[in-house]
């Protein structure tokens, strides 16, 4: 089991929670949330990136903020109002709070997010360059307008998506697997059949838990972050 810490943000702090696996010094995670928050679906993912191997950090964007899976409109506004400057310096900070960690190893460290964590986790990735080593966006990316300017992403990407997904359609998921690719980014999308969006919360907030098909997506973002963080 992990903890709730504070890390600094120029000047002020930020809470995240952190999960340390037994031996250490070890690769640092990112683990960015869905629109619900900092809820127990995400540090339960820290907790089992623990157990894996990783240092992991879970960021509350929100601050404070939740929103129960009953609640779709209120994590709605609270994903729509987050501020994309606080998010960016929150998401920094938690880098180099995992950076600076005792127990972490390495000059980068790798990123995963779930749905709004999906776009945020390629967001930072574009952003922050060498310091992001392996991105993993589950059901998420920052498509049209939202696209950044992709040109400083350094890390290889491996996407999963549901093949019936009605927050991020199918088609600008790949769409946007093209673009990177005509970039010369390594991007590996995987979409897994029959799935809706959000198939891998054991939570089951939208009725489309597949456990076969997260349990396949799990296996391959392990065996990614550990051939890209060592």
Not at 65 to 72: D, K, R, S
Not at 152 to 171: I, S
Request: glycine share 10%; hydrophobic share 45%; charged share 15%.
């Amino acid at each position: 089991m992990g903890e709730m810490i504070e890390f600094k943000n120029n000047g002020s702090s930020v809470r995240g929670y952190l999960a340390i696996p037994i031996t250490t010094p070890a690769p640092g995670v990112l683990v960015l949330q869905e629109w619900w928050g900092l809820v127990p679906q995400i540090t339960h993912t820290c907790d089992r990136l623990a157990d894996e191997g990783f240092v992991a950090l879970a960021p509350d964007l929100y601050h404070g903020e939740i929103a129960h899976h009953t609640e779709m409109d209120k994590a709605a506004h609270l994903m729509t109002t987050l501020p994309p400057d606080r998010a960016a310096l929150d998401m920094r900070s938690a880098i180099d709070a995992l950076l600076d960690h005792v127990t972490v190893c390495g000059d980068a460290v790798g990123v995963l997010g779930f749905c709004m964590g999906g776009m945020l986790a390629l967001l930072v990735a574009a952003q922050q360059g060498p310091l992001i080593s392996a991105v993993v966006p589950f059901y998420g990316a920052p498509l049209g307008d939202n696209a950044p300017d992709w040109s400083n992403l350094r890390a290889p990407v491996l996407g999963h998506l549901a093949e019936n997904d009605d927050f991020f359609p199918l088609p600008a998921m790949r769409d946007l697997e093209t673009t990177l690719h005509s970039l010369g980014k390594n991007a590996t999308f995987h979409v897994y059949p029959g799935t809706g969006h959000a198939f891998a919360n054991e939570e089951n907030p939208i009725g489309t838990y597949n456990p076969d098909a997260g349990k396949i997506a799990w296996e391959r973002s392990v065996d990614f972050l550990r051939a890209q963080l060592g």
